[in-house]
Each structure stands twice: as structure tokens, then as C-alpha cells.
């Protein structure tokens, strides 16, 4: 392509030099008065007047190779700018896919498991349930990836740890909470929901540190046999 622009522009000098020596020489072979030697200035004149058109044409032909080259710099920023762009979505893309597949399926099941003791009743031994020895169990399964340092806790209504935040739950496995209960807590027989709120928080095998909330509702308190539970929030990410 600039080959041929090439060519188009000394085609276009050689026939504005040929119409320059043309012209001279009508003048030159036809008008007698003009076969004399030109003054200095005259001539300064005639090759200023020669030469300036070609002058502004290779100015012009500057200024527009200038701007084309920086499109095409521009151009080729721009291109690299989308290679980069593509290149960070596909590694966010990767990223977050590592990040699913590392992912734990957890299964949360809580229960209120009320201590028995022995009294004697009617000639006989009977158990009774222990109002003082009611205890919180979360059952939680994992049926995903591998994780590890889980952490569960009470954080309301009262705040307690139930393990020492180190251990692992494995794919397929199963690990077990206990915590004694204030029945005190949970004393209000009102329409308003007893509510324990429960919070898991666990590493993946990529690093990623997760936390889980569960709300579990005992209507009833702790007497009652009929227990609820849900999210709160969805695993989030919390590094």
C-alpha cells in the first residue's frame, strides 16, 4: 500500500517538473525578451516559486504520515489493551472455578438433647428428663471438598465456642458439637422465636477462608420438641 502511494507521488512531482520545464521553455523559444540571464533576487524569486508548492506538499504529506502512524500506535495499545482485558477475565474465570471446586457441600443439623436421671417413682426407677443438663448437638457433614481449621460457634444468644477451631472435615465426613445450655435463655414461652444464631467458619484447600451463619428456632424453647433451622448468610468469603 505505501508502495503505491509512493509511486502516485513521483508520478505527481515528475509531471509538476515536466509542466515547470515546459512552461520555461515556451517562454524560452517564443518570447525573445526573455533570453537573458535572471538577477540574483529574480532568480531566488523563480526557484522560491518553483520549489514552494512541492515544499507544502511534502509538509502536508509529513503531518498525514505523522497521524498515521499514531493511529496505528494508538490501534496497537488498544489491541494489547483487549489482550490484557481477555487474559484477566480468563484468569478471574479460572480463579473462581478453582475457587467452586473448592468449595465444601456442608449438611448443618442441630438438636436439643435434654440429660435423664434415675428417680424413684411408684415402687420404682424412672428417668426423667434433667432440666439443668440440656444440651445444644450440630451435627455437620460435608459431602464437597476437603476443608480444614473449622471453627463453630455460638453467637447467640450468648457467645461460646464449641470447638478449638482446628479441625478438619474431610469429604464424606462428619464432625460433631456439644455445648451444655442455659435453659435460662430460652425461658420465654411468648409468640416470639428463641433463636440461637451459629457460625461456621472454614479454609478451603486453596486458602480461601469461608464463614457460615445458621439460625436455628426453637418456638417452644427448650422444652418443646420442634426445632427450625436456616441460613442467614450465605457462605462468604472472609480473606
Known amino acids: 500500500m505505501n508502495f503505491k502511494k509512493n509511486q502516485i507521488l513521483n508520478i505527481t512531482i515528475s509531471i509538476y517538473l515536466l509542466l515547470i520545464i515546459a512552461y520555461s521553455?515556451?517562454?524560452y523559444f517564443f518570447d525573445d525578451t526573455k533570453k537573458v540571464p535572471l538577477a540574483s533576487n529574480e532568480l531566488g524569486d523563480f526557484l522560491a516559486g518553483l520549489f514552494a508548492p512541492l515544499a507544502f506538499l511534502y509538509i502536508y504529506l509529513g503531518f498525514k504520515q505523522q497521524g498515521m502512524a499514531i493511529k496505528e500506535s494508538?490501534?496497537?495499545i488498544i489491541?494489547?489493551?483487549?489482550?490484557q482485558t481477555e487474559m484477566i477475565r480468563l484468569q478471574q474465570a479460572e480463579s473462581l472455578a478453582r475457587e467452586h471446586a473448592a468449595k465444601p457441600i456442608?449438611?448443618?443439623h442441630?438438636?436439643?438433647i435434654s440429660g435423664n436421671e434415675l428417680t424413684f417413682k411408684n415402687d420404682d426407677f424412672v428417668e426423667i428428663p434433667n432440666t439443668?443438663?440440656?444440651r445444644l448437638k450440630i451435627t455437620l457433614g460435608n459431602k464437597g471438598s476437603k476443608i480444614t481449621h473449622v471453627s463453630i460457634r455460638c453467637v447467640k444468644p450468648f457467645f461460646k465456642m464449641l470447638n478449638h477451631g482446628d479441625d478438619v472435615l474431610d469429604t464424606n465426613g462428619v464432625l460433631v458439637f456439644q455445648s451444655f445450655s442455659d435453659r435460662s435463655l430460652f425461658s420465654d414461652?411468648?409468640?416470639?422465636l428463641s433463636d440461637i444464631d451459629i457460625e461456621v467458619i472454614y479454609t478451603t484447600s486453596i486458602g480461601a477462608r469461608y464463614k457460615s451463619v445458621y439460625e436455628i428456632n426453637l418456638p417452644m424453647g427448650l422444652d418443646g420438641n420442634i426445632?427450625?433451622?436456616s441460613y442467614i448468610d450465605s457462605p462468604i468469603r472472609i480473606n
Open 25 to 27: 521553455l515556451f517562454f
Open 132 to 134: 439443668l443438663q440440656s
Open 79 to 83: 489491541r494489547q489493551l483487549e489482550i
Open 110 to 112: 442441630p438438636e436439643i
Open 227 to 229: 426445632i427450625f433451622y
Open 106 to 108: 456442608l449438611n448443618f
Open 74 to 76: 494508538n490501534d496497537s
Open 189 to 192: 414461652k411468648s409468640n416470639a
